[in-house]
């Protein structure tokens, strides 16, 4: 892992856990992010080769992803081997913008976590 991707990272964490009952456990190798025992994010730094670093969360649906992809396709991206209600949020080359990377995490957050989790939060 390069410097920038460990950077990426520790700052993944940082937003991630911060999160109400929010755990990292690895999946697939990769450091991943559950909200009550449910996924929902995803850190990957150049997985199986592809020369990327993103953070794979939650959206909704198809045409929420779809529509993000059409509209920044240098910032979203289509991950590999998740279902069609998840994308990427590239994090390089250019500078991340942690605000929205943060509220992206939060709303994964919220479609993930078990309803009774969900129920008691409200940001």
Do not use: C
Not at 32 to 38: H, I, L, P
């Amino acid at each position: 892992m390069s410097p920038d991707s460990a950077a990426f990272l520790a700052k993944i964490r940082e937003i991630a856990l911060a999160l109400p009952e929010t755990e990292e456990r690895p999946s697939h190798g990769q450091a991943t992010f559950f909200a009550g025992g449910k996924m929902f994010a995803q850190f990957r730094d150049d997985h199986h080769g592809d020369d990327r670093t993103v953070i794979v969360v939650k959206v909704g649906d198809a045409e929420t992803r779809t529509m993000l992809i059409e509209a920044d396709p240098q910032l979203y991206s289509r991950p590999a081997y998740f279902r069609a209600d998840w994308v990427s949020i590239n994090l390089a080359p250019r500078a991340p913008d942690w605000e929205h990377v943060a509220g992206r995490l939060r709303q994964s957050w919220l479609l993930a976590a078990p309803p009774k989790l969900r129920a008691t939060q409200a940001f």
